[in-house]
């Protein structure tokens, strides 16, 4: 929360002015993943006396962020590998040209399948890799032109989130034995590498097992089958990308209303009690007396029952034109009420939050992927809301109504001042984070890119939260043009309806009127495509009374030697926490 304060704080009060939603990146929390991920194969390799090492590889694909690859890098040979038979001609043919003898490993198809999220990507029918019959043919291949022994590695994927160990024992067994045989052959082979992935945070895609499981799984298949065919231990690969940046970014972002809660009693039918059965088919009106019956003997289950049939009977009628909007209005009532007596209404309420589901987290809208959700404020505060988030955007697939544990809503605490504005001083913020494992970029409803920010903890005479990087997200004006849409040209129509508008008004205050509107309009250009704090869209333009839609806005960062507290850094919380800012 701290995070977030003083990245969206105004520049005058020591922040960046940063819109929300926010991606918080912690490579610190990388940097502990890391650590694990070693730390669980080098202790099975020595419980189980391996007779070689554990080389962590991480797969791009998983994040391509620049910054997110770069602390990989910082934290942590060049290979050629083989996913297709006929890409070997050419690794030749450019071997000869340039006279080396490069470094070939060759990804395998296994017979392996497991059920998990993931499990149609495994086996035969897999996307990528090499069969049995291919394998034999590359190895010939290699051998008649002389260059078996360039042949170096082995990698297979067995598929995403396994949910269970021995499908990871079953499938690494299976592909040593490929190995081995390559090894008989008369290939050079050094290194297995055992694809991914070993877990992630999400909840019924999740796995049955942890880090030194997964690592133990490993080592002891490999150890086994090499042993049983007297091959050297070889050095073990993984791409275990999920289970490395899935904890390390937090998805900031804002309920900025709710639903209001609905509580129905008779008083509030739009029709009494005696004129409801006036209009009402035969049937409708059996169903009618049937119900209220039913009410007096206290048999709420019969009443249900009713209540459900009358229902649907009475919106035939309206759709028909037989009966009033009141009428059916005052029977929905009625049936709230039967449901609420009985316990089965929903209670689930709609938060509204600042975001694009498309943009910011697809993988929810696209393969149901849940990750972890949470409040990150009033955290000593018992949440007493069953709740829902719908971002703001007209798409009606821009929701998320499915969380961890198979729950269909979200503990949330009530809002401040509901039914507030967002900006307008109506209440305090109410800001949730989710576990992010990478951007998708969907521009589907024209929503950006986050905004981006990398904390991290200096530990030196004092505890310290440096901001060693924040990237602004884009802009509606750069999304606009990645549209193939020129907003310097849609901003002058706007400009001259606005000074023919003012023009118009009889007003001394005509000419600072129209400036501030023209202003107003200029600054939207350059907000992001989200809803903005009123102070915080002011803070970000504050250095200039005159912008124009063509110019250039930067966040202002502060490198470690031109460090102003009283401009720059605030004091946040307890006294031994100072927050200092340098560029990324």
Known sequence: MKVVKEVSEPKSRGGLALQLPLI???????????????????????????????????PVKCNQDRYMVEDIVEFGSHLLWLHQEEELDLVIEISRKLAVRPVIGMRVKLKTKHAGHFGATSGVKGKFGLNTMQILRVAKN???????????????HIGSQIPSSSFIADGVGEATQIYCELVRLGADMRVIDVGGDSQSPDSDNSVGYGLEEYASAVVQSIRNACGRK?????????????????????????????SAPVSPTLDSLDLGLHYIADGLTDDSLSDYRNLTAAAVRGDYETCLVYAEQLKQRCVDQFKEGSLSLEHLASIDNISELVSKAIGTSDPVRTYHVNLSVFTSVPDVWGIGQQFPIVPIQRLDEKPVVKGVLSDLTCDSDGKIDRFIGGETSLP?????????????GGGAGYYLGRLTRRLLEDYTTCSAVPSTVEPYLVLVTEKRLRLSGAVPGLSCRE???????????MFEPLKHRVEECIHGEDSDDDELDRDTLVRGLARSFHN??????????????????NDNVGGDYYVDYYPDEDYNKNSVAAVVGEEDEHWTYRVA
């Open 479 to 489: 999304v606009l043009r990645m549209m193939q849409h020129e907003p310097e040209m």
């Open 24 to 58: 918080v990146r912690l490579p610190d929390v990388l940097k502990n993943r890391l650590e694990s991920l070693q730390s669980a194969f080098d202790s099975a390799i020595q419980s189980q006396s391996y007779g070689s090492h554990y080389q962590g590889v991480y």
């Open 230 to 258: 007297f091959v050297k231990h070889t050095m073990i690969c993984s791409e275990s990308g999920r289970a490395l940046v899935s904890h390390h970014s937090v998805l900031i972002f804002e309920a900025v209303s709710a």
């Open 412 to 424: 949330l605490h009530e809002l401040e001042g509901e039914g507030r504005i967002l900006g307008s």
């Open 142 to 156: 290699l051998e008649q032109n002389g260059m078996l022994d360039c042949l170096q590695l082995l990698h297979f």
């Open 528 to 545: 992001m495509p989200y809803l903005a704090n009123i102070a915080t869209a002011a803070s970000f333009y504050e250095k200039s009374n």
